[in-house]
């Protein structure tokens, strides 16, 4: 039987400011990217966020970014890379404890934003952070884009990797994402994502920008939550899975 | 034979500024303060910091204060002590993070600034300082300043405290320290500072401002390295208390 | 005919995060309080709210408050009164600058939060936030809380001086705000709080929590804006007053 | 009569932490380039620098740069160009303000660190400081490197242009400066630096690295204070200029 993750950034409010509805979210997911403080989360929002992962036996995982709260870590920083180990193992350290306070533990790691983006070809900062996991703990698995210079690196480095792919993006027919600036990248039609995601977990295919099949290998699925017509999607792909007899299930 | 630990605070750098001879205090004191980000200190300082005090055998404290760059947590922030808790338990996390990836451990925690003033009397702030350090390890020793909120509440919850000694302070006839802002709240003369703290460590007794004896009971001693005279007093501290017979060793 | 001032607070997002519905708050009153960016508000968010305010032909006023993201202001910070007289200018300026990018400028000067209580009482703040107005233009009346150290000394340093009352806030007989710590401080009816706006500018009175008369007088009456109730209630108290005849117009 | 300006990075202390000699070198210099809060520098440390630079006869500048305290600066930021319009119109304001206080003004402005950098070669960037300056006040000067495309597009938006040599960097035989990243980038002979930047002013030409002699045109000299080396460079800079008859005074 097939077993596919949901994963999906929380932990996001900040202070007075709160963003996406992690409550609703929660029930939905296996894997919680829990942000670490550097673009968004306060002490107190993670402590919160990582409990709720803990009674909703959520996995939680670090969702490491750029020093960056004003650009919500949407910003490419051209840190350098040795600072960039730090800043990452700061994240993470801090994140473990707040974890631990709330009777779970870190189980991965997932870069988020523009860090997330950047990594995808730039090697120096993919190395970084490829450095922080291990300097923290090499049996941490990095949940990553298929094809991308971070997992190259990371499974060269003999961390495990996890290949994630996107409900709501299109796909190119070479089985990279449809860029953003581009009209169409984004999908809306909930019963369409749930279809495309059980096609992609059951058959290792999805229907790309041309209309042919391309294969991707996934084993979590990235699903939003940060705002109601998100969170009605995220269940919509969850109960599709479940009537095609997948099970939905963390990866860590 | 008796033993006395020296403690100072380290690490206390940010990004471009450099502040206080690290290097030069590192092999004169035996626990290192180091600062956790939220008053002073940026990730690759902290692990640059953790590497000095692991190469000297110096033990590593979470110099743990309030979230302020600009006041250098020197401001009192009348935070909620939930969050303060929080806030606590993240600076350690990260700290503890960064210390293993430069091969040595948190071993204690001592707050900082306005926070280590705030809570010799304040009970709230004291109570979430001691429920932190409680949620990350329970074996974790509190330094603080004897008769403090602090160390009765964390004597209270089972945590093991260490009472310090201030080199280069006044004390009153009561054994609590002369308010900075009196004239000769702070000692200038290294040789009258280490001869002071050769008395408190072998007599048990400092002479206050009133020309009387009076007991202090100390197992760490506190001092400074923010400026080249700060290095040279705790250089003449450590040498006298050798010279007495006294051993230099960490509390933890 | 009488004429009464409606403000309230905006420009309050920060970055990815969104708060408070300034869009439908704007049309309804007639002075906006906006965040300077030390609390809340980054510069576009700022920029853009001056250019609402400019639209609807509503007063800017600088929203001056603690340096303190994480807590949205909200935090007593026991801050030197030096630097907070360079803090409230650097604020104001920077507001201004902005202000005038959109076409408008900045017309008077209201506290935020922690430090809006705080001055209420803290006389050594209160002197920093009028002589850091002073500084700036000896021409920008301060917005604040009748009876307060703040107003009492603006006017002796030659201020002009604006009183507010608080529309869904209970009074005690002695005319000041009920302790938000006491059932009943926050009143939800938007009727009845119209009403009592009404009574309070025809007749300069409102009903305390005791039952009787008490004298309140204001120029301005304050409104929230930072949930859909919140506007709604606006909404009535600007459509009750003018109802009643009153002249809604910016007091700057 | 030949004039030149001489200019440096001032301001740039933050709370606790001290950079550089501005009082040493505020009696050397014709204009100060104040940071302005983002990079470096906090509204006291503003506010006193604008006081000095006053005291001396120093023309004030805004020196504005990317939001990151933490890389001070001097890391690359892929900002939105309508955000960094708002933040620089935003730290203006903020320093035309302490300025005021300080009984002096804002009379030119100069990006700093990476936003320098950036804007030689970035157009959406540069653009955006050219439209904040603009927005602010079209009469204040940019000061920047000669062949940027931020000077290009400054002319073209009709603000005045302002050129600069730096006295302690190689150029190439294009005119261009050696990379930092080659050897030989940065000059540290006082007496040799100072013997470049008389040829410089009086006959327009600097020996590039080939020995050639390269066109050079300047009205400012940019000159360092972050050390006690940089002081003196400034002073023998400054001192060399007066005996060839140059006189140093301000551009603005």
Redesign the interface.
Known sequence: MTTIDLNSDVG????????GDDEALMPLITSANVAC?FH?G???T??RTCAQAALHGVSVGAQVGY??????G???????P??LV??V??????????A??SGTAVRYVKPHG?LYNAIVHHREQAAAVVEAVR??DTTLPLLGLPGSVLLELAENAGLRTVREAFADRAYTPEGTLVSRRLTGAVLHDPAEVAARMVRMVTDGVITAVDGNDVTVTAESICVHGDSPGAVQMAAQVRAALQRAGVTIGAFA
Chains 1, 2, 3, 4 share one sequence.
């Open positions: 996001e409010s900040f202070g007075r400011w709160t963003l403080g968004a306060d002490p107190s993670l402590r020093r960056d709260l004003a650009g919500f949407r910003r490419f920083i051209d840190i350098d040795p600072e730090d800043d193992i700061y994240q993470i350290g801090a994140l473990q404890a707040l631990a306070a523009a300097a923290v």
